[in-house]
């Protein structure tokens, strides 16, 4: 895989799946999440830099989405346009 994050990502009631593809939806994702201070670190600022360090960022990712419930991450995500979608079971 040559995107991070695009992956099943924990939230507070569940797992949804991100797909941040390019470093405007993931800046556009610090924003929702109240964490444009990742931009500034070099670890996190490029895709490049996410796919190389993603052993740092995957976890720290998912500290980020697990403080609020799945539906709250896919209304915000939605609306400012990053890749996000519910997983869903059989019966839904």
């Known amino acids: 895989p040559n995107v991070v994050p695009y992956q099943v990502m924990p939230s507070k009631n569940g797992h949804f799946i991100l797909t941040a593809s390019n470093d405007e939806q993931f800046e556009r994702f610090c924003k929702v999440a109240n964490r444009m201070d990742l931009m500034q670190d070099l670890r996190f600022n ?14 720290a990712l998912n500290e980020i989405t697990k403080t609020m419930t ?8 939605e609306e ?3 890749g996000c979608a519910p997983i869903l079971h ?3």
């Open 46 to 59: 490029t895709m490049k830099a996410r796919v190389v360090n993603r052993a740092v960022v995957t976890p």
């Open 70 to 77: 799945t539906g709250w991450w896919l209304e915000k995500l």
């Open 80 to 82: 400012k346009g990053v």
């Open 90 to 92: 059989p019966d839904e």
